[in-house]
């Protein structure tokens, strides 16, 4: 074992030791485990930590580490069949959220990823915010229920339009913002209107609520305002998820003379409109359109953004901007939910956003996703001529790739698996039946840009392998 070997395999070594030896056998020193493994005092002490949490060995101060006496694990398995009878009819589909193929072998290149490869994520600049974060005397204090005021203030100069920390509410996450606007605004069995296609996760989230979702089609200019009010006029919705800038899955840019029909048409039918404005750091260097919250004057928009896509993904930080009597409905949904959000990671994400780093980061993350976004879309486009890239993004992390008539979108991602690509299928975007084939190529989860011309050297493989690509 290397000097550079984790804890985490020095753990699964000293169990294989430990299996060998009686409840009461004294472990070696911990010098003796430095010297056998080749591994430093650090990892031996955590490792040793990690053990004795897991109370498979005991530590005995000033005499050495012990095994401890093994528990006889229960043999019979527990009857939960009367669970069935008793739980209410509430399940929760997660099945659009996860990976039907199961976890990628080691060695796929991942393009159906949503979060950025770790060599772009901010690392040493979060290690630092949290370093900073963790120092404050009140770091590990009740954070308050809208979250911290500082951090309030930084997102509504970053929103605009005349926004201040009052209409600022700090959510765990975009995900968590989603849930608790569908639930504060719509009741069990209310229709809501979503573009189609869209992101999955609204999807699940919607009908976690109870909600029932009801697709508006979108073309080369974003969400359609004609159709959008025949949906309201038919549904007697009151209320519209949308995507206007860097939409997932298909990277649209809502047109500029659409921005002020869909809130026309919204506030005409008395409807809410949740603005997901997940990309709004990750513009790939033109400007970053304004939200259509800038042009609200009713209190019609809850916007809401988080830091986990530009930043990593366990920075569970988001925020929503509503204005009015919503927003006391989305207190009280924080306060029975979970109180507040925790203040490290609330005093981490202001460390990171008050430092100058941070729009240094976004500044070379915008360039990197260029040149990723470049390299993949010329890779389609020379290997796989029979796939029809339906726009070039100028923002967000995905391309959207329409797939040749008879071609089953599942059938492709999951031999793409057996290749050693992970792509999304493009069923998962549509609350209702798709109208064709789709793929979901991402370009930030892969390692770097050679990985995405492989991906799509191996993509071209499949189609010459396969004469017909179909269920």
């Not at 996860?98 to 979060?115: R, S």
């Amino acid at each position: 074992m290397s000097d550079s070997s984790s804890s985490a395999e020095l753990v699964t070594r000293m169990r294989a030791m430990i299996a060998r030896l009686s409840p009461g056998d004294r472990l070696p020193s911990s010098r003796e485990l430095i010297r056998r493994y080749r591994v430093g005092p650090a990892t031996v002490s955590q490792a040793i930590a990690t053990l004795a949490a897991e109370g498979v060995v005991i530590t005995r101060p000033g005499s050495g580490t012990y095994v401890a006496a093994r528990v006889e694990r229960r043999t019979q398995v527990a009857d939960t069949a009367w669970q069935s009878v008793t739980l209410a009819d509430r399940t929760v589909d997660t099945s659009i959220l996860t990976n039907a193929f199961g976890v990628a072998p080691e060695g796929t290149i991942m393009l159906d990823g949503g979060y950025l490869h770790r060599s772009l994520q901010p690392t040493q600049i979060l290690t630092a915010a949290l370093a900073r974060a963790a120092r404050r005397p009140d770091a590990w204090d009740r954070a308050p229920a809208s979250g911290l005021a500082a951090l309030r203030s930084v997102f509504a100069t970053m929103a605009g339009g005349g926004v201040s920390a009052d209409d600022i509410l700090i959510t765990a996450g975009g995900q968590s913002a989603l849930s608790m606007a569908f639930r504060a605004i719509a009741g069990p069995g209310d229709p809501i209107l979503m573009e189609s296609p869209t992101y999955p996760g609204a999807i699940a989230a919607a009908r976690a609520a109870s909600l029932r979702p009801v697709p508006v089609p979108m073309d080369a200019d974003g969400l359609q305002p004609d159709l959008l009010a025949d949906a309201f006029a038919m549904t007697r919705a009151r209320l519209l998820y949308c995507q206007p800038t860097y939409h997932n899955p298909t990277g649209t840019v809502l047109a500029p003379q659409r921005r002020r029909q869909i809130l026309d048409t919204a506030r005409a039918a008395g409807a809410f409109v949740i603005e997901d404005d997940f990309a709004r750091h990750l513009g790939h260097g033109a400007p970053v359109p304004p939200p259509l919250l800038a042009d609200d004057l009713d209190g019609t928009v809850v916007y809401l953004t988080s830091l986990t896509k530009p930043a990593a993904p366990s920075l569970r930080i988001g925020t929503l901007v509503a204005r009015g009597p919503v927003m006391e409905r989305l207190r009280a949904i924080r306060l029975v939910d979970d109180f507040f959000v925790a203040r490290p990671l609330q005093e981490t994400a202001l460390e990171l956003l008050t430092s100058p780093t941070w729009e240094r980061h976004v500044r070379t993350l915008a360039a990197a996703l260029r040149e990723r976004c470049g390299a993949l879309t010329a890779a389609v486009t020379n290997e796989l001529p029979g796939w029809t890239l339906t726009r070039v993004p100028t923002g967000g992390l995905h391309l959207w790739v329409r797939l040749p008539s008879g071609t089953d979108d599942t059938v492709v991602a999951g031999r793409a698996r057996q290749h050693g690509v992970a792509v999304s299928a493009g069923n998962r975007y549509f609350a209702t039946e798709r109208p064709a084939a789709y793929l979901r190529l991402g370009f930030a989860a892969g390692a770097d840009r050679a990985e995405l011309i492989e991906a799509a050297r191996r993509l071209a493989q499949i189609i010459r392998n396969e004469t017909r690509l179909g269920p």
